[in-house]
């Protein structure tokens, strides 16, 4: 424990860039601003959803309620049909962005501190080891933000190119961290 109060700065700063990188890549950049489409028909499709009056929470259409089902020929014919979609519903409202906002930093936070507690444990505070520790930082860092989104692509369907994007941008978070570290390891 001792360990992670000598890196307090590196992973507050670390938390710090990251937030940094991610607001330049979404509000600069806006490279994940074609990840997302508009129906056509977005008003009838709003319409359709509020009268079910479904709760906040994910949706998958068609849904199968028992695995053993999805053999049966009118779950097949449901997938022929369509539309097969994997649906989140928050609540109505306006988002809060700085209750997201907040959240990611918190995350970002709590990565950069799990990757420098890592690499205080394996390489221990001697300033002989920060390159050695800051790549341990990176690849974690990496892991964290990065590889959640390829599982979205393999069961959620979401688009290959949109997690190669999140990838990316998980690689410069654990580069902009490693940096961090290797600077102020002690």
């Not at 890549?25 to 508009?38: L, T």
Request: hydrophobic content about 50%; charged content about 15%; overall charge positive.
């Amino acid at each position: 424990m001792n360990a992670l109060f000598s890196l307090w700065l590196p992973i507050l700063l670390s938390a710090v860039v990251v937030f940094v990188i991610s607001s330049l890549i979404h509000m600069v950049f806006k490279w994940h601003a074609g990840d997302y489409g508009a129906l056509a028909n977005e008003d009838a499709v709003r319409d359709a959803i509020r009268a079910g009056r479904p709760a906040p929470g994910r949706y998958v259409l068609p849904h199968c309620a028992d695995m053993k089902d999805m053999g049966s020929e009118a779950m097949k014919q449901k997938y022929q049909e369509g539309p097969v979609a994997h649906l989140t519903i928050g609540p109505n409202g306006q988002p809060n962005m700085g209750k997201y906002l907040g959240q990611w930093f918190l995350w970002s936070l709590v990565v950069a501190a799990v990757a420098g507690y890592l690499a205080g444990r394996v390489f221990g505070l001697d300033h002989n080891h920060a390159r050695a520790a800051a790549k341990l930082v990176g690849a974690v860092t990496f892991i964290a933000h990065g590889f959640g989104t390829v599982t979205e692509s393999i069961w959620m369907m979401r688009p290959w190119s949109g997690s190669a994007k999140y990838l990316l941008d998980a690689a410069l978070y654990a580069a902009g961290s490693a940096a961090v570290f290797f600077w102020l390891w002690p």
